[in-house]
């Protein structure tokens, strides 16, 4: 069984740099042609595709967001992290890691002064 967990802080400053990372279990980062993703969903918005890192370790962006994000992993710890740099209130969004079939519960991140 597959699942995906997401841990970082919930609150940040505008200005400051947020850093999330997605914890896999049951599967290998590095397994075969998959991709990692990380997604957002603002309040009251739809989803919104920020970027992925593939089996291996390419990584791709949105293009509205590939100024500010990098996402990176570590194979030992069987993580990807997204940084995104810059923040602001309107990144206030419930962040998302996923596979094409797996999804993490999701995580808060409130930007605020």
């Known amino acids: 069984q597959v699942q995906l967990r997401e841990s970082g802080p919930g609150l940040l400053k505008p200005s400051q740099t947020l850093s999330l990372t997605c914890t896999v279990s049951?599967?290998?980062?590095?397994?075969?042609?998959?991709?990692w993703f990380w997604i957002r969903q603002p309040p009251e918005k739809g989803l919104e595709y920020i970027g992925y890192?593939?089996?291996?370790?390419?990584?791709g962006y949105s293009p509205s967001l590939k100024s500010r994000a990098s996402i990176s992993r570590d194979t030992s710890k069987n993580q990807f992290t997204l940084k995104l740099v810059s923040m602001t209130p309107e990144d206030d969004a419930v962040y998302y890691c996923?596979?094409?079939?797996?999804w993490g519960q999701g995580t808060q991140v409130t930007v605020s002064s």
């Open positions: 049951g599967i290998s980062i590095t397994a075969e042609r998959y991709y």
């Open positions: 996923a596979s094409v079939v797996d």
């Open positions: 890192i593939f089996a291996t370790g390419r990584t």
